[in-house]
């Protein structure tokens, strides 16, 4: 059986959860994408960069 995510009050909390946790052994079933914008966009560009 999987664990629970813990509820994270603060970004800190989150940082310091990932760093340290096994996320293999946590239920992400209910984890949906997410995309975030802060400001619309009138153009994209694209940029190659050598290894």
Do not use: G, N, W
């Amino acid at each position: 059986m999987k664990k629970k995510l813990p509820r994270l009050p603060t970004d800190k909390a989150a940082e310091d959860f990932v760093a340290t946790a096994d996320l293999t052994d946590y239920d992400l079933s209910r984890m949906t994408p997410m995309r975030f914008e802060f400001q619309p966009k009138d153009r994209s560009i694209t940029m190659r960069l050598s290894e």
